[in-house]
């Protein structure tokens, strides 16, 4: 079944096309990559599925519906999760309670019987918490759950952010350069985490620079360049295109003469 279909989108940001007239759609169950040298556009698309910002034109459709008009709250209530490049932990907070502040989409007790503290409410959140620390098991944070998440190491503040996303028990879950700044062992846990998860039914979708993490765990890969799709296809496909191994290189060579 297809999960995500993406039509004709476009994002534009004053002068700059940062996403031109792109196209593809996403079947349910697979870890699909999204690759490009930097600026190519991929976080800005990222950006316009999970609602951050609508595109300038085009639709995005989740299981047929179309969302491209919706709120991150909504969209979050349908199924999409997310974690961001720029870690969005609450530094003062537990490691739990990172955790449960990302669950309020799944809470089902309302507002006002939270507040009076009925008894649904405190079953609700001892329901909640449970769940938290099963996710946290999952990436292995449970013994840190009690500890202040401003005194986590960089690998661990991923794995929170993982954590957190998963516990709103999405359908499709947006990883945004999860493994960026981790070392070679991290990275190996984090590629096998990541099949894990969509091996436990969850589709999804990561924009990394890391090559060998793209390769092994990807099932399908979407290059873009300069905010157009050059490339689609399985990984080796997309390693041997050429046009995909023009923009790495044209991006090196930049590099170097900066
Ligand atoms: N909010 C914004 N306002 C203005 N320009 C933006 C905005 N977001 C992105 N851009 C521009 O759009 C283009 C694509 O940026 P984007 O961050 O999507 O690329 P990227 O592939 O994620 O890059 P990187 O790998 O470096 O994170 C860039 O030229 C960027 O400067």
Do not use: W
């Not at 609602?51 to 969302?67: E, M």
């Not at 309670?97 to 019987?113: I, P, R, W």
């Not at 918490?129 to 986590?152: I, P, T, W």
């Amino acid at each position: 079944m297809t999960l995500l279909e993406v039509q004709r989108v476009t994002k534009k940001f004053g002068g700059v096309v940062a996403n031109r007239d792109i196209s593809f759609t996403f079947a349910e169950g697979q870890i699909m990559g999204l690759i490009g040298p930097n600026g190519a556009g991929k976080s800005t698309l990222f950006n316009m599925i999970s609602a951050i910002f609508p595109p300038s034109s085009g639709q995005i459709f989740f299981k047929g519906r179309k969302i491209s008009h919706l709120t991150p709250p909504e969209i979050a209530k349908l199924g999409i999760s997310r974690t961001f490049q720029n870690l969005q932990v609450f530094k003062n907070m537990t490691v739990i309670e990172n955790v449960m502040v990302g669950q309020h989409t799944q809470g089902k007790a309302g507002m006002l019987s939270a507040a009076l503290r009925l008894p649904s409410a405190k079953k609700e959140e001892q329901r909640l918490h449970e769940k938290a620390m099963e996710y946290l098991a999952f990436v292995g944070l449970e013994d840190v759950c009690e500890v202040r998440a401003g005194h986590l190491a960089l690998g661990q503040l991923r794995l929170l952010e993982l954590a957190r996303a998963l516990a709103t028990e999405p359908e499709l879950l947006l990883l945004d350069e999860i493994a960026a700044g981790l070392n070679h062992k991290e990275t190996k846990e984090m590629a096998q985490l990541i099949s894990k998860i969509r091996d436990m039914g969850i589709s999804v979708f990561v924009v990394e620079h890391d090559m060998d993490l793209v390769m092994s765990i990807c099932d399908r890969i979407i290059v873009l360049d300069q905010g157009e799709k050059i490339a689609e296809g399985i990984p080796r496909e997309v390693q041997t295109n050429e046009r995909v191994v023009r923009a790495y290189l044209g991006a090196e060579i930049d590099e170097e003469a900066v």
